[in-house]
């Protein structure tokens, strides 16, 4: 049985007469070359959550809007972007039965900021505002995802680099929020060369793993690498 890889998808609200639920075909590359089976999941009333975790050998975290700053006691500030609290409400509950139950999440981009979150984290709501860089970390969302916008520093004793076996690794780089503080029980895996934490994963559980860049747009052996270990855990949880 090939591992089933739940996965909350976007809201696309405009237009807004017919709002649309999306997923970059991207994850879904990703996931199916690495052996998983995706599992997209529209907004599920929440009491039939538990039917759902069955169903969970792995959880995928996807880009996308901000978490709203309310989840870790901020004010939503007019520099935030857009919000979706439907999302944020699936994507935690999701979160917290795979952490209790060991069961392998990536984090990317949003998901990442979801994931600290969840450990009680904090983010900037605005990183060129908040935390100034000569780096740009927020390049065009739709026509520039592929592009390399600065480079990463692997940390040593992590999960990230066992499996990306690489010091330093160019990366995309299409968020304008980040990590202000870690979250509990959380520790960085990547920083960018202006410091901020550009991966992180939790220090007991089996594998939750988050970037703050889009190894989905790229098809080298780091970012397959990722994937495969992910869904090599994910594996190990469905038999
Ligand atoms: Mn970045």
Known sequence: MKPKILIPLALADTPKESPRMFARTAYTTAIERAGGIPLFLARPDMEDIMELVELMDGLLLMGGVDPHPSLYGEKILPVCGDVDAGRDTLELALLNHAVEMNIPVL??????????????????????????????????????????????????????????????????????????????????????????????????????????????????????????????????VGT
């Open 107 to 236: 984090g990317l981009c949003r998901g990442l900021q979801v994931m600290n979150i969840h450990f009680g984290g904090t983010l900037y709501q605005d990183i060129p505002s908040q935390f100034p860089s000569i780096i740009k970390h927020e390049s065009h969302a739709t026509t520039e995802r592929k592009r390399i916008m600065h480079s990463v520093e692997i940390l040593p004793d992590t999960i990230l680099t066992n499996v990306l076996r690489v010091k330093h690794l160019d990366v995309n780089s299409i968020h304008h929020q980040g990590i202000k503080t870690l979250g509990n029980g959380l520790r960085a895996s990547a920083k960018s060369p202006d410091g901020l934490i550009e991966g992180i994963e939790h220090t007991l559980h089996p594998f939750c793993v988050g970037t703050q860049w889009h190894p989905e747009e790229f098809d080298d052996t780091p970012s397959r690498s990722l994937f495969g270990a992910f869904i090599e855990k994910a594996n190990t």
